[in-house]
């Protein structure tokens, strides 16, 4: 056996078994032409694609399954998402610390570093309604700007906060981790209905204002605000998941289940972080449920063999 | 909304018009399309296979074993066909467009 097809065979313990079983001599065969024919790196860039894609078969990350499916539909949204966040941010939380300066010239100064990534994120989602089939390397770009310059920022003491900037980043991964389809949609109506939807329910939660100061600002307590009022929205979209998986909608109710991720885990993750808060027992309930919805896609979406399909001839094929 | 398909599938499609290819048969095809701009890697290779099999746009068409390497091939299903025939079609009507645009400008011969 040569080195190259013992390597060819064991990059396909990536996939499940059943998948292994039903292709794998043929992936090999492939690999091992693609190797005879093509330079060294070239091979190796091909060793690397197949046993990405293995890893999104066992997690039921392809474009056929409802997890798949689910992040298709969550992507853009989740990035118009992040952009609404930085707007709501900016407002919130910036704009108080800056007023704050011209009513207490001695109070402060707040340095941050947060309107450079909120920028980042609306530039971002404007480049991804043009160009949406860029969408993985737009949201790639967000999101490493963001998580490097934010531990730039922490180490000169510099807002934003890291829960504020989790929830962001986080809105990035299901453009990261969808599928390539066909054709990127790029949901413009649906994703800006999302992104209002969560500028005015972070209004509601918050209390916000741009009043001036420091601790009217969301940077202070914005985040427990979220945690504490957290209940209410996830009922509502709990709710809207459970309504959405009844009538069939499955696909966009795994999309809402995901968009409301970051949400419902920093409902309970933040007052955890925190030795004077309690947990609210609502919030604990909800992460269960989201838990439970999320196995239930991810379980959904596992690989099943196919029953051999039968080929019905086409007429552009009849002379191989 | 544009809802254009996007050039490796197109690539994919146009090479299984010619019949019946096996995996690599299917990436050589690609890359002899695209005059090199496009190689399709192996990993890719099989997720649009997968993707194309399951809306049933492309079908296995058979498999040998040559040299002690399973090949299985792949063909395009009447939809596949229809599919992609429309997608041609679409892609000579903006095409015409634009080289008529062209000539009137002077742009081009």
């Given at each position: 056996?040569?080195e190259?097809?013992?390597?060819?065979?064991?990059?396909?313990?990536?996939?499940p078994?059943?998948?292994?079983?039903e292709r794998?001599e043929?992936?090999?065969?492939?690999?091992?032409?693609?190797?005879?024919?093509r330079?060294?790196?070239?091979?190796?860039?091909?060793?690397?694609?197949?046993?990405?894609?293995?890893?999104?078969?066992?997690?039921?990350?392809?474009s056929?399954?409802m997890?798949?499916?689910?992040?298709?539909i969550?992507?853009?949204?989740?990035?118009v998402?992040?952009a609404?966040?930085g707007?709501?941010?900016?407002?919130?939380?910036?704009l108080?610390v800056?007023n704050?300066?011209?009513?207490?010239?001695?109070?402060?100064p707040f340095?941050?570093v947060?309107?450079?990534?909120?920028?980042?994120?609306i530039?971002?989602?404007?480049?991804v309604?043009e160009?949406?089939q860029?969408?993985?390397?737009?949201?790639g770009?967000?999101?490493?700007?963001?998580?490097?310059?934010?531990?730039?920022?922490?180490?000169?003491h510099r807002?934003?906060?890291?829960?504020?900037?989790?929830?962001?980043?986080?809105?990035g991964?299901?453009s990261?981790?969808?599928?390539?389809v066909?054709?990127t949609?790029?949901?413009?109506?649906?994703?800006?209905?999302?992104g209002?939807a969560?500028?005015a329910?972070?209004?509601?939660?918050?209390?916000?204002?741009?009043?001036?100061?420091f601790?009217?600002?969301?940077?202070?307590?914005?985040?427990?605000?979220?945690?504490r009022?957290?209940?209410y929205?996830?009922?509502?979209?709990?709710?809207?998941?459970?309504?959405?998986w009844?009538t069939?909608?499955?696909?966009?109710?795994?999309?809402?289940?995901?968009?409301?991720?970051?949400?419902?885990?920093?409902?309970?993750?933040?007052?955890?972080?925190?030795?004077y808060?309690?947990?609210?027992t609502?919030?604990?309930?909800?992460?269960?449920?989201?838990?439970?919805?999320?196995a239930?896609?991810?379980?959904?979406?596992?690989?099943?063999?196919?029953?051999?399909?039968?080929?019905?001839?086409?007429?552009?094929s009849?002379?191989? | 909304?544009?809802?254009?398909?996007r050039?490796?599938?197109?690539?994919?499609l146009?090479t299984l018009?010619?019949?019946?290819?096996h995996?690599?048969?299917?990436i050589?095809?690609?890359?002899?399309?695209?005059?090199?701009?496009?190689?399709?890697k192996?990993?890719?290779?099989?997720?649009?296979?997968d993707?194309?099999?399951?809306?049933?746009?492309?079908?296995?068409?058979?498999?040998?074993?040559?040299?002690?390497?399973?090949?299985?091939y792949?063909?395009?299903?009447?939809?596949?066909?229809?599919?992609l025939?429309?997608?041609?079609?679409?892609?000579?009507?903006?095409?015409n467009i634009?080289?008529?645009?062209?000539?009137f400008?002077?742009?081009?011969a």
């Amino acid at each position: 056996m040569t080195e190259n097809l013992a390597r060819s065979q064991q990059l396909l313990r990536f996939y499940p078994k059943a998948y292994r079983e039903e292709r794998g001599e043929e992936i090999v065969a492939t690999l091992q032409d693609a190797a005879e024919a093509r330079v060294p790196r070239a091979s190796l860039s091909d060793q690397i694609s197949v046993a990405l894609y293995g890893v999104r078969v066992r997690l039921g990350l392809t474009s056929e399954t409802m997890f798949g499916k689910a992040l298709d539909i969550a992507a853009i949204p989740g990035l118009v998402m992040g952009a609404f966040f930085g707007v709501y941010l900016l407002i919130s939380g910036e704009l108080p610390v800056v007023n704050s300066r011209f009513f207490y010239p001695d109070f402060g100064p707040f340095l941050t570093v947060g309107p450079l990534f909120y920028l980042v994120w609306i530039l971002g989602v404007v480049v991804v309604f043009e160009w949406p089939q860029y969408r993985r390397r737009i949201a790639g770009v967000c999101m490493t700007l963001t998580i490097v310059g934010e531990l730039l920022a922490k180490l000169a003491h510099r807002n934003p906060n890291i829960w504020e900037i989790a929830i962001l980043v986080s809105l990035g991964l299901p453009s990261l981790l969808a599928p390539d389809v066909y054709v990127t949609r790029r949901r413009v109506l649906p994703s800006l209905c999302v992104g209002l939807a969560t500028f005015a329910t972070l209004f509601f939660v918050s209390g916000s204002s741009v009043n001036p100061g420091f601790f009217n600002s969301f940077y202070w307590s914005g985040t427990y605000e979220i945690a504490r009022h957290q209940p209410y929205v996830d009922v509502f979209l709990l709710a809207l998941f459970a309504g959405l998986w009844i009538t069939k909608r499955r696909e966009v109710a795994g999309a809402t289940l995901i968009l409301a991720s970051p949400w419902i885990i920093v409902g309970v993750a933040y007052p955890m972080s925190l030795k004077y808060l309690k947990v609210d027992t609502l919030n604990v309930i909800a992460l269960i449920a989201w838990a439970a919805g999320m196995a239930l896609i991810v379980t959904t979406s596992r690989y099943r063999p196919r029953p051999p399909a039968s080929v019905e001839q086409s007429p552009l094929s009849s002379g191989s | 909304m544009i809802k254009e398909m996007r050039e490796p599938t197109f690539l994919v499609l146009a090479t299984l018009a010619e019949g019946k290819r096996h995996g690599y048969a299917i990436i050589q095809g690609v890359a002899s399309l695209s005059e090199g701009e496009i190689e399709i890697k192996a990993g890719t290779l099989y997720a649009m296979l997968d993707r194309l099999t399951f809306d049933g746009v492309i079908a296995s068409a058979g498999e040998e074993v040559v040299d002690g390497r399973l090949r299985r091939y792949y063909e395009l299903t009447s939809d596949g066909t229809t599919l992609l025939g429309e997608e041609s079609k679409r892609r000579v009507k903006v095409s015409n467009i634009a080289l008529r645009r062209l000539r009137f400008v002077g742009g081009f011969a």
